[in-house]
């Protein structure tokens, strides 16, 4: 009998340099603290995220090349939350704080030879071709004075695309995510600012100085279930 084994996806990536895309107008130049649960141990690590974009002449229609809608989309999106474009730094106690540098995030532009029908299967968790769609930039993976968001848009073939972007957990959680990319969709679409404002105010997640319990947490103690 035959064998049904498929042979290994192959494409090629062919990247462009990573550059830096700043807030598109001056941003406040300021350090703000993360609260306590942000700054935590457990959260100081990168988080991937891709996402595949078929080709859709009505939504494109106007916007050829969706490497540049969202490049510019992003600088603008920025402006409202420039604490994305800064960088960590730590300070007493190793309390994270961001400083608003405005310096930018990384931004890598890509075209691959395929499309999004012959990814196939390759596009299930965990995808055997993640790292071509998402560049590993040197460096960029350290906690403290890095760029905070990495993104690689990728054009395909067919006309649709792929975004990929890695982030720091210690900024944004699944949902702080969304709002900024429903953000830069805001942008793509003319919007003069974000249909959604960030706020910061991290200050009412931090614990009280000198702290003082309130509820006992049994499932804490040992030998709880």
Known sequence: MA???????????????????QPAKSTPREVKQLSDIDD???????????????????????????????????????????????????????????DCTGEGVLFVEADADTTLDSLGDALQPMCPCFDELLYDVPGFGELLGS?????????????????????????????????????????TQGLSRPCL?????RELLNARNPPRITCIHHEYEEGAR
């Open 197 to 201: 404002l960030p706020e910061w105010k």
């Open 40 to 98: 935590q141990e457990g959260l100081r690590f990168q988080v991937p995220v891709i996402m595949f974009y078929p080709s859709n002449p009505l939504l494109m229609k106007g916007k050829e090349d969706p490497v540049k809608v969202i490049r510019e989309a992003l600088g603008k999106a920025l402006v409202n939350y420039y604490p994305l474009a800064g960088r960590l730094i730590e300070g007493e106690n190793r309390k994270l704080m961001v």
């Open 3 to 21: 064998s049904s084994v498929s042979s290994p996806l192959v494409f090629s990536v062919k990247r462009c340099h990573p550059e830096f895309v």
């Open 147 to 187: 760029p905070l968001i990495l993104i690689q848009v990728t054009r395909l073939r067919c006309g649709g695309f792929i975004f990929a972007l890695r982030l720091n957990h210690t900024l944004c959680d699944a949902f702080g995510l969304s709002q900024f990319l429903n953000a830069v969709s805001d942008m």
